[in-house]
């Protein structure tokens, strides 16, 4: 099974800690969305050429991160938990989910592709992030994780977009909530550590090349 990934893209980081959780060994192809080799080399598979793309075995192929975690879970877990099929435990997992892709990770991206162009994040841009985060602080607060009271694939696509505000150095001290979670997720990956040192050394590498205005 192969993944075309960079570990710098929060996607593909979701879908390396699910493949993690899930016990999947995945040959990973790493990918450069800007060189054009790469490009070419990834449209044969996906026409939209977006990374994370997974190619099973047998050439079944997905992209889109969500659709390639919840297609390993139900294909490859040996139990529901990190996708439970119960109607009202998924129902919030999803909801987490769709929250995630709609409102967490698209105000963070918001803000961290307007320090990329060299400007600053206008108010209304700071007062979404904010806004999230205090929902984000609310969710993790009614119970241990995010959508119920064990791991799932929401706790580990809203650690990804947690992860990112290390771009712009976001201070998390008015979120205890957020905090505490972040330690209960990441100890549910017993090599969490190194896998954060990879993604931080990447992060600076790609920021020193293509904006190194930026402080990381």
């Known amino acids: 099974m192969e993944l075309y990934s960079d570990i710098v893209s929060p996607s593909c980081q979701n879908v390396l800690l699910v493949a993690k959780k899930l016990g999947i060994a995945l040959n990973i192809k ?88 060299k400007q600053q994040p206008s108010a209304e841009l ?12 609310k969710f993790v607060t009614e119970c241990r994780f995010v959508a119920a009271d064990h791991l799932t694939l929401a706790d580990i696509f809203m650690l990804g977009s947690i992860t990112a505000l290390e771009w712009f150095r976001y201070d998390l001290e008015r979120y205890p909530g957020i905090r505490g979670w972040v330690e209960r997720v990441t100890a549910q990956f017993p090599d969490y550590s190194n896998f954060h040192k990879e993604i931080r050394e990447a992060t600076k590498q790609y920021v020193a090349t293509h904006c190194p205005h930026l402080e990381y």
């Open 126 to 137: 700071r007062g979404k992030l904010e806004q999230a985060l205090d929902l984000t602080e």
């Open 30 to 117: 790493k990918t450069n969305i800007m060189d054009a080799t790469d490009v070419a080399e990834l449209t044969k598979v996906n026409p939209q050429h977006l990374i994370p793309t997974f190619v099973e075995d047998d050439g079944h192929v997905i992209w889109e991160s969500y659709a390639i975690a919840i297609y390993l879970v139900e294909k490859y877990g040996q139990d529901d938990a990190l996708y439970p099929k119960d109607p009202k435990v998924r129902s919030i997992v999803n909801q987490r989910l769709f929250f995630d892709i709609g409102t967490l990770y698209k105000n963070i991206l918001a803000n961290v592709d307007v320090l990329i162009e």
